[in-house]
Nanobody
Framework: QVQVVESGGGLVQAGGSLRLSCAAS????????MGWYRQAPGKQRELVAL???????NYADSVKVRFTISRDNAKNTIYLQMNSLKPEDTAVYYC?????????WGQGTQVTVSS
């Protein structure tokens, strides 16, 4: 059984910070890549940040410098530290866990940034 569980969303004023967490588990399988995606109302889901098992990262241009993704391999958990948040960061944020044979999504957590 696979579990991908996000936490940490909420409402914050522009310029503020939030930290998202995502824990993934699948007995007997190792996670290759984990990442965060987001989907704003009326828009397609888009990549925010990815992190591999070795710590290599990839960010969307819109969040570079402001967001930091990190990973605790022992806990199969990733984090997204979001600083200097902007109203355009408002979206449902989804965690993604990629195994060698399949990819799994969390249920999503709402992030709302007020102006």
């Amino acid at each position: 059984q696979v579990q991908v569980v996000e936490s940490g969303g909420g409402l914050v004023q522009a310029g503020g910070s939030l930290r998202l967490s995502c824990a993934a588990s699948r007995s007997g399988f190792s996670i290759i890549v984990m990442g965060w995606y987001r989907q704003a109302p009326g828009k397609q889901r888009e990549l925010v940040a990815l992190i591999g098992g070795g710590g290599n990262t990839n960010y969307a241009d819109s969040v570079k410098v402001r967001f930091t993704i990190s990973r605790d391999n022992a806990k199969n958990t990733i984090y997204l530290q979001m600083n200097s948040l902007k109203p355009e960061d408002t979206a449902v944020y989804y965690c993604n866990a990629m195994f060698f044979d399949n990819t799994y999504w969390g249920q999503g957590t709402q992030v709302t940034v007020s102006s």
